[in-house]
């Protein structure tokens, strides 16, 4: 939520606007509806800033045009205050001379800005993040130099920020601060520095990073960091990490194609990255699975897309004989569970590893109860992975569209590996039965190339539904996570259309009142131990004039005959892979979705009111 890109550099004749601008457009998936820019240039802070998308505020190369040797820009998604120039970062003290981006929210932003009002300073914004410059302004006005005002400040406030500060009179150095709210920093040791909210924004720049953690204070010099304790001022040694993520994984070139969306490589992407996930370090899985078994109770938690990987994770973990496993949502974690039994465990998933429900979910429980946390998270470094004791990394890479896809298929194939590893750590099911289930599990990457290979199909079906504005998507059992991620996929993308989740077996106690003529009704339909209850429901559904749009194996007779439409998915006809089909009928539906938007004419990769990371709770 809100992106921040900063850098300093010795170099010289850099376009350092052009550079800043174009990081901040790298992480528009944060948050899109104003951006700003503030440069040191001469002693003076010139700063611009404007609401709409970057790429129209700066038609006329009005960001590009500004002249400086270091500064900020950042990209807003909008909590205090409507998305207007007034309310957009960067902001400024009374005296113009410091300029702060800010990602976070304030908890107790009001009473400072009364008292700074009453002692006159002069607001110009509605946000939360304005009381930054000013706080500054007053400490160095007392006398301190720029770092100790900053940490004085930090102080003062209570909340989240991740924030980057730069001096008109300080032109050798800038600052961020960070407590809750992503930061990273890049380098060109010598040369450049950059900081950013996620790594991909300077991924085409450098490989080389530092996180910063919670209550650190770094000073970025061109091409050198030094990183602080914010409560006692003490220096810290961090060695930069090297980003294993490819350089081109920012652009949206992918085999030398150029994709229109972020989305539809991303989703092209899939078969690959599962492969890689197949190939996870097997200590990680063992570690998962023995911390799963030894437990008395465990919970899993996510937001979103990752909550119904989570769903789909437990299904198998259970089905192959781990504990049965409690799904609470992490914006709900706390109000269910006002006690944490002893000797828990909590999964928790993510993609960035920075949704602040999430991390809040998983700190109550390891900090209040001592829970042990396993989290499967696709962002290395971030602030989930540092409340963990145990950490599977996705090997999704960036995801910049902001409708999740390839995450919740590595999500589900990493979880997937675990459920298999706690079938062979228990013994109850013969050696070879396992094994043919991780033969199946591993064939997932090659279903979903067949699965590419059909897109056209999917296409023209999306087309066919794409005037549609309700649909319902049924399931029942496993694949009832699918069902909830391919209904949520269209209302995040295809604004046009509610979509609804449901079990099956449920639609007929209140939903089924909405069935008319021509009512879009999307079945997942996997041939498992649900099929013949699911047909009994399709029957209801066309009964009443629905709909019926079937996601069916490919040897499917007959849910597809009862069907208007008929999407395919390549699985032989086994126990093992039907089993090991969670992923591919999940991912059919996010192709799905990815084209009724493209059609309709939707910005794919930046749905209105939404952002990449909610960081907020
Ligand atoms: O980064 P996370 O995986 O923790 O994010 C959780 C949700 O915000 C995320 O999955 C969201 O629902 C996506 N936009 C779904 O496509």
Redesign the pocket.
């Known amino acids: 939520m809100c992106g921040i890109f900063g850098l300093i550099t010795k170099k010289k004749d850099v376009p350092v606007a052009k550079l800043i601008r174009e990081g901040l457009q790298r992480l528009e998936y944060r948050g899109y509806d104003s951006a700003g820019i503030a440069l040191v240039h001469d002693g003076k802070i010139e700063c611009r800033k404007d609401s709409g998308r970057i790429a129209d505020i700066n038609k006329d190369g009005w960001f590009d045009s500004m002249e400086g040797s270091f500064g900020v820009g950042h990209t807003r998604w909008a909590t205090h205050g409507p998305p207007v120039a007034k309310n957009s970062h960067p902001h400024l003290d009374c005296k113009e001379k410091i300029a702060v981006v800010h990602n976070g929210i304030l908890e107790n932003f009001q009473q400072l800005r009364k008292e700074l009002s009453e002692r006159g300073h002069e607001f110009k914004s509605d946000t939360d993040t304005e009381v930054f410059p000013h706080l500054i302004e007053e400490y160095i006005e007392k006398g301190m130099d720029l770092k100790k005002a900053v940490i004085e400040t930090v102080k003062q406030c209570k909340g989240a920020y991740g924030i980057v500060v730069c001096h008109a009179d300080t032109p050798d150095y800038m600052l961020v601060a960070r407590k809750e709210s992503p930061l990273t920093i890049g380098i060109t040791p010598g040369e450049t520095t950059y900081c950013a909210s996620d790594i991909p924004a300077f991924l085409p720049l450098t490989k080389t990073a530092y996180i910063l953690d919670d209550d650190e204070i770094a000073v970025l010099y061109p091409g050198q960091v030094e990183i602080f304790d914010i409560e006692t001022n003490q220096k810290r040694h961090r060695d930069p990490m090297t980003v294993q993520w490819s350089m081109d994984a920012a652009a949206k070139t992918l085999d030398g194609k150029e994709y229109k969306w972020f989305m539809h490589k991303e989703l092209h992407e899939v078969p690959r990255k599962i492969r890689e996930q197949f190939k996870m370090p097997q200590s990680d899985i063992d570690a998962f699975a023995k911390t799963i078994m030894d437990a008395d109770q465990v919970f899993i938690t996510?937001?979103?897309?990752?909550?119904y990987a989570c769903l789909a994770g437990k299904f198998q973990i259970t089905r192959f004989g781990g504990p049965y496993i409690q799904s609470i949502l992490c914006s709900e974690f706390k109000d269910h569970l006002p006690e944490i039994p002893p000797n828990s465990v909590v999964m928790a998933?993510?993609?960035?590893?920075?949704?602040a429900d999430?991390i809040e979910a998983v700190r109550y429980a390891r900090e209040n109860y001592g829970a042990k946390v396993c989290s499967v998270v696709?962002v290395v470094g971030s602030s989930l992975t540092r409340y963990s004791d145990h950490v599977i990394i996705t090997t999704a890479g960036p995801e910049i569209a902001?409708?999740?896809?390839k995450?919740y298929c590595c999500q589900v194939s990493a979880l997937s590996m675990v459920a298999l590893r706690i079938a062979e750590l228990k013994g109850e099911m013969e050696k070879d039965e396992v094994k043919k289930y991780h033969e199946a599990l591993i064939e997932t990457g090659n279903v979903c190339d067949e699965i590419l290979k059909k897109e056209d199909n999917i296409k023209s079906i999306a087309k066919a539904v794409s005037e549609k504005t309700n649909f319902y998507y049924l399931a029942r059992g496993a694949s009832m996570a699918a069902a909830l991620e391919g209904a949520?996929?269209i209302k995040?993308i295809n604004p046009k259309a509610h979509a609804e989740g449901y079990a099956a077996g449920e639609s007929k106690h209140g939903p089924i009142a909405l069935i008319r003529d021509g009512f879009p009704v999307v079945f997942v339909a996997p041939p498992d131990e649900t099929y013949d209850r699911l047909i009994g429901n399709v029957m209801e559904m066309k009964a009443r004039g629905g709909l019926i749009i079937s996601v069916v194996a490919d040897f499917d007779e007959k849910i597809s005959e009862l069907s208007d439409y008929t999407i395919e998915v390549p699985i032989k006809n086994n126990k093992y892979a039907i089993t090991m089909s969670a992923v591919p009928f999940a991912y059919t539906l996010q192709i799905l979705a990815y084209h009724a938007a493209e059609i309709n004419g939707f910005d794919v990769d930046k749905p209105t009111n939404?952002a990449?990371?909610?960081t907020v709770k």
């Open positions: 996510a937001a979103g897309t990752a909550y998933v993510s993609q960035s590893g920075e949704t999430t696709n902001v409708a999740s896809q995450a949520l996929k995040e939404l990449k990371s909610v």
